[in-house]
């Protein structure tokens, strides 16, 4: 158990180095330099919360296994794919954008005092990034670190893709322990040590976060990108040439690699059930979590309390524990799954998500709105259809793009539940991959990227 545990956080430890070590830099870029590409390499910060992990994992499956796109350009049958780095690999370039964001944009408020008076003080830029920079943004690269260690600890669907034999993560040995060898007793031991750890690493998340907010006072807001440098260029170009090769190719593979099966897949009556199935669950699990978290944020803000840590912790609750324990023990508890019980476990999971975004546009409301809106709307109920729901219309639709996606690409809670019957999209893709029919699987992974995509894409337009 020991051995799977340590494993685990191996995986995980490894893989955000990989996406600080490309995040952080493409961060320094994007917020310091001007080039051609800066918009679209910020754009990406959404592609973690919106993309599929079973999209991820096909993706590298079809671009670098052995019969995959990789090998066919260079007449090899090289790959790394079904090994430890295959699985690190995976998850570190997946989660670079979201670190890159949260630095870009944490980048762009620095003070500058302390910067000017070191290079005052004869420091060069090297030194002055090395002790000033980096401590400023060491609250920062935690609060953008931790979550990406969250999420590759729990890693499910890469791991079971691409994992080599003989090899598990905690998410994969609970799963094979509750449902594969009805191991219970070892199944419940390895669930309460993983939610032990990531509660701990949450409340660790929590007091960072606070402790990293940076005071606006001497912020120089003014754009300060410069071009870029010599030696930067050559920098630049070689993480492009990274992020092309473990990014968008990937991504690129899956449509390449499905192309030939669509029409097959089009033609499946179990393709367009799953759909439909997927489309219901995920406009529904949206909805929810869309109207919880506006509501909760709405109840925050009206109670002045939100600097309150006890406030501001239960929402992230839920993200202490995996989608595997907790459909496991919804599954024992009602014991026959139904489409309602899955949309209410993705609505618990996945409305976090939504507060946070629907938080942050409600405390962008100004305090001169906040009383006005109490002078003259006739109660509670009326400032908030009037001013409140009005003022965070782009992030309640943000925040409902963003969890419909989610659920749209979640596998795990379907599988875990195993509904009479029922398949999800997503689900019906594991089964695909699973089956060893990866073209057709890929198909259907692309559909879920392009659906996930479209919908993300037209609500932040």
């Not at 170009?237 to 968008?248: K, N, Q, R």
Request: proline share 4%; net charge positive; charged share 10%.
């Amino acid at each position: 158990m020991l051995g799977v545990y340590f494993f685990t956080l191996k995986v995980a430890a490894v893989s955000v180095a990989v996406a600080a070590a490309v995040g952080v830099p493409m961060a320094f870029f994007t917020s310091r330099r001007n080039f051609p590409l800066r918009r679209i390499i910020l754009s990406l910060s959404a592609v973690p919360l919106c993309m599929p992990t079973l999209v991820v994992a096909l993706g590298y499956v079809s671009f670098f296994g052995v019969n995959g796109t990789f090998n066919k350009i260079f007449h090899t049958h090289f790959t790394f794919l079904y090994s430890f780095w295959g699985i690190v690999l995976a998850q570190g370039f997946y989660n670079f954008p979201f670190v890159t964001g949260v630095l870009c944009d944490a980048w762009g408020q620095l003070p500058q005092e302390q910067k000017f008076a070191a290079r005052m003080l004869g420091a060069g830029e090297w030194r002055v990034f090395l002790t000033v920079t980096l401590r400023q943004l060491s609250g920062a690269l935690a609060a953008a670190c931790m979550p990406v260690f969250l999420f590759c600890f729990f890693s499910f669907m890469i791991v079971m893709l691409l994992s080599p034999p003989g090899v598990s993560t905690l998410e994969v040995e609970i799963y094979h322990s509750l449902s594969t060898t009805l191991n219970i007793a070892s199944g419940a031991k390895l669930a309460v040590l993983e939610t032990a750890t990531t509660m701990a690493i949450m409340f660790l998340y929590l007091f960072i976060t606070k402790k990293s907010q940076i005071s606006s006072a001497g912020i120089d807001f003014a754009a300060r990108r410069t071009k870029i440098r010599g030696f930067e260029l050559i920098v630049l170009l070689l993480l492009l040439a990274l992020v092309i090769l473990f990014f968008v190719a990937p991504f690129i593979s899956v449509f390449v690699s499905g192309a030939s099966k669509f029409g097959e897949v089009f033609s499946s009556a179990r393709f367009w059930k799953s759909a439909v199935n997927s489309l219901g669950i995920g406009f529904a699990t949206g909805f929810f979590c869309t109207v919880i978290a506006f509501a909760y944020s709405l109840a925050v803000k009206l109670s002045g309390r939100q600097g309150s840590a006890v406030l501001q912790t239960i929402p992230m609750l839920p993200m202490a524990v995996s989608s595997v324990v907790i459909s496991w023990c919804a599954a024992v508890l009602f014991h026959n799954a139904t489409v309602p019980l899955l949309i209410a476990l993705q609505t618990l999971m996945y409305w976090p998500l939504a507060y946070r975004q629907i938080q942050s546009g409600i405390n962008r409301i100004s305090q001169e709105s906040v009383s006005a809106a109490r002078l003259i709307s006739r109660g509670t109920l009326d400032s908030v259809l009037r001013v409140y729901a009005p003022s965070c219309l782009p992030v309640l639709f943000s925040a409902f793009a963003f969890t419909f996606a989610t659920s749209l690409g979640d596998a795990t809670m379907p599988l875990i539940l195993s509904i009479k019957n029922f398949d999800t999209l997503a689900l019906y893709t594991y089964k695909l991959a699973g089956s060893y029919r990866f073209a057709q699987a890929s198909a259907c992974g692309g559909l879920i990227a392009l659906i996930s995509v479209i919908v993300v894409g037209v609500v932040k337009k």
